[in-house]
């Protein structure tokens, strides 16, 4: 028989969860976490905390130490802590080799070139990266040959964090005179 005061230790799994102690010869089950009849806390043998697995399982988040005595919760969050602190470096690590998606984006926009005398648009679908949206305005092959006639204008609206911009073609007209 024993004389040391039992540990309490909670199962943070969701299901119900067994640990048997080769060491020892004993197992403790507890029910899945936040279980309504307080199964998920269970009190161990203060010997646990010697099995490797056992405290693995603790570092690891498994099981939480509830109630321990002589500063066996400081040493063990101190382990948790630096297992976090592993965790999260190496999930850095993963997220920072992994490569970024270029912003490729192509937009198929309408062709804002004359058509013919009637004043409206050509319309042909011209395939523009949406980087370059702002930067040119979208004309077919056949009006390539006009991009220096057209200017933008922003519209005051926003989308996706980004002015819309509208093209509007420049005319040519008579000089005017100045008349006395």
Request: charged letters at 25%.
């Amino acid at each position: 028989m024993t004389t040391a005061a039992p540990i309490m230790i909670r199962n943070t799994l969701p299901g119900p969860t067994v640990f048997t102690s080769k060491m020892l010869g004993q197992h403790v089950e507890w029910a899945g976490n936040g279980d309504p009849n307080g199964g998920d806390v269970q009190p161990c043998p203060p010997e646990f905390l010697n099995d490797v697995q056992f405290r693995s399982s603790v570092v690891r988040g498994i099981f939480e130490v509830e109630e321990a005595g002589d500063g066996v919760e400081e040493i063990l969050a101190k382990h948790r802590n630096e297992w976090d602190s592993r965790q999260t470096r190496q999930r850095e690590m993963s997220e920072a080799s992994i490569d970024q998606v270029a912003d490729n984006d192509v937009l198929m926009l309408d062709c804002i070139g004359p058509n013919g005398h009637s004043g409206s648009l050509c319309g042909e679908p011209v395939p523009v990266k949406s980087t370059q949206v702002s930067e040119k305005p979208p004309l077919c092959g056949k009006h390539k040959s006009l991009v220096k006639q057209f200017i933008s204008e922003e519209t005051g609206e926003v989308k996706n964090g980004k002015p819309v911009i509208r093209w509007m073609r420049t005319t040519m007209g008579q000089r005017a005179t100045q008349q006395d």
